[in-house]
T-cell receptor, first 112, second 114 residues
Framework: DGGITQSPKYLFRKEGQNVTLSCEQN?????MYWYRQDPGQGLRLIYY???????QKGDIAEGYSVSREKKESFPLTVTSAQKNPTAFYLC???????????FGQGTRLTVV | GESVGLHLPTLSVQEGDNSIINCAYS??????FIWYKQESGKGPQFIID?????DKRQGQRVTVLLNKTVKHLSLQIAATQPGDSAVYFC?????????????FGAGTQVVVTP
């Protein structure tokens, strides 16, 4: 089935560690996005990518990094520079013609 | 900066009644709008979208209305059911922007009561 897959579903990180969240899509979409969601709040854009090997910072990029080496994959690294990383992270992709974004099921990251 | 926002953080609706969820946007260049539904612990799901050349669009039990004059978007859910309990987000985009990023509002929690 076509879709967008995030892994892992739950992730625990010790303070000072970097962690990488996976996002894979087989929808042949060019555009991919990472959002952060805190409890009771909306989605804030971290990074987005329109094409392979190119990406742009969103509204809250500090402490995060991404890569886009393949069309299907857009991993997000939460670095130790991110002071408050505990949140729900959502990845999305969009097809041509500026249509709706399809979301993965999210990764809940907790710092322990 | 410009943003998308919602009027009501929580909406309590009796089962069988109609729900109306409102959204205000401030970017006059936005020409594409989407409503998403998010259940607890899951990713948002697409409900319905509308482009700025339309005022109204209907789906199954849902209707989206767009008022460009006052920059207002609404989602109407007919005959609300318990399964409609979720957080609803509106999102906006500028389709002439090559990056086409979606900006989301804060969301409205809809609670359906028996």
């Amino acid at each position: 089935d076509g879709g967008i897959t995030q892994s892992p579903k739950y992730l625990f990180r010790k303070e000072g560690q970097n962690v990488t969240l996976s996002c894979e899509q087989n929808l042949n979409h060019d555009a991919m996005y990472w959002y952060r969601q805190d409890p009771g709040q909306g989605l804030r854009l971290i990074y987005y990518s329109q094409i392979v090997n190119d990406f742009q910072k969103g509204d809250i990029a500090e402490g995060y990094s991404v890569s886009r080496e393949k069309k299907e994959s857009f991993p997000l690294t939460v670095t130790s520079a991110q002071k408050n990383p505990t949140a729900f992270y959502l990845c999305a992709s969009r097809g041509p013609g500026n249509t709706e974004a399809f979301f993965g099921q999210g990764t809940r990251l907790t710092v322990v | 900066g410009e943003s998308v926002g919602l009027h009501l953080p929580t909406l309590s609706v009796q089962e069988g009644d109609n729900s109306i969820i409102n959204c205000a946007y401030s970017n006059s260049a936005s020409d594409y709008f989407i409503w998403y539904k998010q259940e607890s612990g899951k990713g948002p799901q697409f409900i319905i979208d509308i482009r700025s050349n339309m005022d109204k669009r209907q789906g199954q039990r849902v209707t989206v209305l767009l008022n460009k004059t006052v920059k207002h978007l609404s989602l109407q859910i007919a005959a609300t059911q318990p399964g409609d309990s979720a957080v609803y987000f509106c999102a906006e985009a500028v389709t002439t922007d090559s990056w086409g990023k979606l900006q989301f509002g804060a969301g409205t929690q809809v609670v359906v009561t028996p």
